[in-house]
């Protein structure tokens, strides 16, 4: 007859091994929550920023003094990026019209996996309201 082979507990191989694939799995869930975190923050803050400089505009009397100004504000609250800004405005530049401007800002490179997973940019595109008369209407 053959003996049947006892499983000893007390290596505590399987343990190593065991703690060592927690750890690694940990790991990764923590830079994914690192990642998710930094992206969410630099996506609100772009929407601040987009939404300040559609008001500026929105505010302003021409569609080029208010896209100016709209500029002005981008390069004043990302000194260091390269964003980029589109505004699409209307035939005519009057209260109640509708225009759009789009904040562009690149991902930066130290945020690990994002820019192969995710996105190489940030887009915010908001449509806004003219809410200012214009300088030369005539009445």
């Known amino acids: 007859m053959t003996e049947k082979k006892r499983f000893s507990f007390r290596n505590g191989n399987g343990e190593i091994l065991g703690f060592a694939i927690s ?7 923590m830079i994914g929550i690192v990642v998710f975190s930094s992206l969410t923050i630099r996506k609100e803050q772009l929407t ?5 400089a559609g008001r500026a505009a929105a505010i302003s009397q021409t569609p080029s003094l208010g896209e100016s100004r709209a500029a ?3 390069k004043a609250m990302y000194p260091h990026d390269d964003c980029k800004m589109e505004m699409t405005v209307p035939k005519e530049w009057e209260i109640g ?3 759009t401007i ?3 800002q690149p991902v930066p490179e130290l945020i690990p996996f994002a820019n ?3 996105a190489k940019e940030n887009t915010c595109t908001l449509t806004m309201m ?3 008369e214009p300088a ?3 009445k």
């Open 23 to 29: 750890i690694f799995l940990l790991f990764l869930l």
């Open 48 to 52: 601040v920023a987009t939404y300040c």
């Open 72 to 74: 002005a504000i981008i």
């Open 97 to 99: 019209y509708l225009f």
């Open 102 to 104: 789009e904040v562009s």
């Open 116 to 118: 192969t997973i995710i």
């Open 130 to 132: 003219v809410e200012n």
């Open 136 to 138: 030369l209407k005539k």
